[in-house]
């Protein structure tokens, strides 16, 4: 192949840098005994999804930077029964909180701004102040959160949801995630199933406490608020309940729903698609039973 770059070496640049021009970034070249060479693609690292945003606090109005997902480097997998969303080489749901370092006001990102000045009040009085050191750190590079540090973030936000008194949904939709994550650290804990025989034990009793939590919040919701909710419209909500209720063991509650959603006229395709699946599942769960 000619050179695309060639000529340019007399600015003092590097001619070949176009040479593998579409070639994975992650593609390392590794040398055999043999002397032969060949091509691997590098597994990307939980921090090659990452990067450093700056914020400014509604609480105490201090910026700094706190850790984001990139847009469009993860790639999607399959979600679970429940929503819980799942990508390729990362779990985004740990990065999905903001954390102030110099006042501590902890918050899920869907709820970090828009805060009446009452909540902010109540906010500042009820949590901040008490602080006698912030809980975090001012970040300076990026940096990747084990399950029990997001987990301790996320346990932080929900406290402030309830200083703030905030919706039942809100409170639920943290419930939710700290299982999800709780989810997420019994996966990385069922790699060695001897070895973390009791932290799995701990996790899992953890787990269903806040699985039952998320689910009553919900319940609660769906009689007194409006949609959409933390996010999601009605049929999602319906969905999620259904499959929550299954996992919970609560199959004519999980049934109703997605008797309904199968039906409804305004569940789009995927939603229809997933209450089709969870439907099969009741069925083959009742039989067994
Ligand atoms: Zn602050």
Known sequence: MDNLLSG???????????????????VVTKQNADGSVSKEIAAPKEEDFLLLKAVRCPICDG???????????????EPD??????????????????TCPKCGFTAINRYFGHLSSLQTKMIKEGVC?????????????????????????????????????????????ACLKISWLLRGKMEELAVDKEKNKEAIIATQKEYASFYAQAFEGFVKA???ENYPMCGMDQSTVDLLIAAMAFNLGKY?????????????RTAGGNIKKRAHEL?????????NK
């Open 129 to 173: 102040d008490k602080f006698k050191t912030p809980p975090t750190q001012e970040i300076t590079e990026i940096k990747t959160y084990t399950y029990d540090e997001a987990i301790e973030l996320f346990k932080l936000a929900l406290y402030t949801s309830v200083v703030k008194k905030a919706s039942n949904s809100e409170k639920a939709y």
């Open 63 to 77: 910026t700094f930077r706190t850790i984001q997902i990139k847009s469009g480097r993860t790639k999607r997998k």
């Open 81 to 98: 029964m429940d929503l819980r969303p799942r990508f390729e080489h990362i779990d985004t749901n740990k990065y999905d909180i903001t």
């Open 222 to 224: 769906m009689s007194s």
């Open 8 to 26: 340019l070496g007399k600015f003092g640049l590097d001619e070949g840098a176009a040479n593998n021009l579409f070639e994975d970034a992650n």
């Open 252 to 264: 004519d509650y999980s049934s109703r729903f997605v008797s309904s959603l199968i039906v409804s």
């Open 279 to 287: 439907k099969e599942k009741l069925v083959e769960r009742m039989k």
